[in-house]
C-alpha cells in the first residue's frame, strides 16, 4: 500500500510513499500534525489528501505566475494547473509515486527523480527522509541533486497542517518566527509587492495569539532566529504545545488558514492551520527570489521538524 510508520519513544509517524506524503505525527495518542485516510487516497491514481496536507511541494512550491519563467536567458512555459487563477502549481512531484530506499524502525527515506516536463527541461531527483528521536522528535531532511549537464533552478516547499491534539484551532494561540509578509493578489495569490513589517498589524504573531476569527494564505518571512532555526509553535489550552522549526535554509513560511468560510475545510475537522516551510515565496521561478540555483552534479539540502512541549516547557 506504500504507507510506512515508523516511531522512537513516544513519538509515531506515517508516511505514505505518494508524494512521499507525511499522513501523521504523534506524540503518545496526541496528533501534532492533521492526518487522513491512506487508503481512500492511494485508492485513486494521481489521488493526494484534502488541500494537499503533508506533501513534498518541488521544484517549486505555491504558484508561477502565467505558467512562465525565464533562466539563463531562455523562455520557459510550464502547464497550467490552476485554471481558474491560470498558474502553475505546487510542482510535479506530490502526486507521483516516491521509490523507497531505505527504512527502519525509526525513520524512512523516499526518493523521486522530478522528471522532464513541458517547460521543465532539468534533470534534478530528490531524496526526503523522515526520522524520529525520542527526545526531539521529527527531523525531516529533503536532499535536491542535479544529475543534468545543465544549471538547474529549484524550490522547496512542505504542505504541512500542524495541531496540538483534539483543541479547535481557534481554542489555540500561535507564535510565528516571521517578522514580515509578502502582499498578495487576492485574487491570483501571486506576490503584490515588497516585503512589509508585521509589527502592529493583524498578521502579528511575534508573541502568542489566539488563532480564532484569523483567516491567513500568507508567505511570511523575515524568519527570526533562534539557536540557528527559525520556531513556530501551535500552543492548546492545556499548555500542551507543537513546535514546527525549520533550519536556516527554509527562508519563508507560508501560512495557510483552512476555513469552511472560505470553501476550504479540512475534513473532519473545519478550520485548519498550515505552517508550510519554503525555500522560496511564491512566483520565486519568474522572479529569482531566494531561488536555489544548482550546478551539474550540485546537491543541496534542508532539514525542518516537528515536536511535541509539555506545558510550561520552552
Not at 544529475?147 to 516547499?157: I, K, R, S
Not at 483534539?166 to 493578489?185: E, R
Request: aromatic share 8%; glycine share 10%.
Amino acid at each position: 500500500m506504500g504507507e510506512f510508520r515508523i516511531a522512537a519513544g513516544d513519538y509515531s509517524a506515517d508516511i505514505v510513499a505518494r508524494g512521499a506524503g507525511l499522513r501523521a505525527v504523534r506524540h503518545g495518542d496526541r496528533l501534532l500534525t492533521e492526518t487522513w485516510d491512506a487508503a481512500q487516497v492511494l485508492a485513486t491514481e494521481g489521488g493526494k489528501p484534502p488541500l494537499s496536507a503533508g506533501l513534498v511541494l518541488a521544484p517549486w512550491p505555491n504558484r508561477t505566475a502565467d505558467g512562465r519563467y525565464t533562466f539563463d536567458g531562455v523562455d520557459h512555459q510550464l502547464e497550467i494547473t490552476e485554471t481558474a487563477r491560470n498558474n502553475a502549481n505546487h510542482g510535479f512531484v506530490r502526486t507521483v509515486e516516491w521509490n523507497l530506499h531505505e527504512v527502519t524502525d525509526r525513520s524512512v527515506t523516499l526518493g523521486v527523480p522530478i522528471g522532464r516536463h513541458p517547460g521543465w527541461p532539468f534533470d534534478l531527483t530528490l531524496v526526503a527522509e523522515y526520522a524520529l528521536d525520542a527526545d526531539t522528535g521529527l527531523t525531516v531532511t529533503v536532499t535536491v541533486t542535479n544529475v543534468g549537464d545543465t544549471t538547474a533552478p529549484f524550490a522547496l516547499g512542505h504542505h504541512t497542517f500542524v495541531r496540538a491534539g483534539d483543541a479547535d484551532i481557534d481554542d489555540c494561540t500561535l507564535q510565528l518566527a516571521g517578522a514580515s509578509t509578502l502582499p498578495l493578489d487576492p485574487e491570483r495569490q501571486l506576490p503584490a509587492g515588497d516585503p512589509t513589517p508585521v509589527a502592529g498589524t493583524d498578521l502579528d504573531f511575534s508573541s502568542p495569539r489566539r488563532v480564532d476569527g484569523v483567516w491567513m494564505d500568507t508567505p511570511f518571512t523575515d524568519l527570526v532566529e533562534a539557536d540557528g532555526r527559525h520556531r513556530n509553535r501551535l500552543t492548546a489550552p492545556d499548555g500542551g504545545s507543537t513546535e514546527l522549526w525549520t533550519d536556516l535554509g527554509f527562508g519563508w513560511a507560508q501560512v495557510f488558514t483552512a476555513d469552511p468560510a472560505h470553501d476550504q475545510a479540512f475534513p473532519g475537522r473545519g478550520r485548519a492551520l498550515a505552517i508550510e516551510p519554503m525555500t522560496a515565496p511564491p512566483n520565486a521561478l519568474a522572479s529569482g527570489t531566494d531561488l536555489i540555483v544548482c550546478a551539474p552534479g550540485q546537491m543541496w539540502s534542508g532539514s525542518w521538524g516537528l515536536a511535541h512541549h509539555e506545558a510550561g516547557a520552552t
